[in-house]
């Protein structure tokens, strides 16, 4: 799906992972640019997912993978709680900022349909997009990441 082995210009890169949750499987593809300044850009995310043959809503079933996804990627590249005092900082979503629409990338969904006895949809896709993510930014940068939320001061140019 992802175009796995395409030449990518400078600084940027393909990433893939992938996991077993809630009895799917679940595999991750991502390409992202990393600016000279150390900001991440998400290109495109390509997610393909085993969650048996019977899927009874194949729209609503997309809608679940790609909100996974999407809540996955704003995990990784920013919600961060911070303590003082002992005490969580944020309190409310404007100082734990989720992902919004205009930062969303295209997300490209496909399942595979197998005999494995159908399962849930929604968070089986998260478990593989943040290391996904982190492999596409080794590719791009030569540097691996090993905490989250992304620190970009460590993927400046």
Request: proline share 8%; glycine share 12%.
């Amino acid at each position: 799906m992802a175009g796995w082995g395409r030449k990518l210009p400078k600084r940027e890169g393909l990433g893939i992972a992938f996991h077993f949750s809630h009895l799917g499987y679940f595999a991750a593809a991502m390409e992202v640019a990393v600016a000279d300044a150390g900001d991440v850009k998400v290109k495109k995310v390509w997610a393909a997912g085993d969650v048996g043959r019977q899927i009874v809503n194949p729209s609503g079933a997309i809608n679940q993978v790609q909100g996974s996804v999407i809540d996955a990627i704003g995990s990784a590249m920013g919600q961060a709680a911070t303590l003082s005092g002992g005490a969580i900082e944020q309190r409310n979503y404007d100082g734990f900022p989720i992902m919004r629409m205009p930062d969303t990338p295209p997300i490209e969904v496909a399942f595979v349909l197998s005999d494995h006895p159908p399962t849930g949809l929604g968070e089986p896709a998260y478990p593989a997009t943040p290391p996904a993510l982190a492999n596409a930014i080794f590719a791009a940068t030569g540097v691996r990441l090993r905490s989250l939320p992304i620190d970009t001061e460590l993927l400046k140019a």
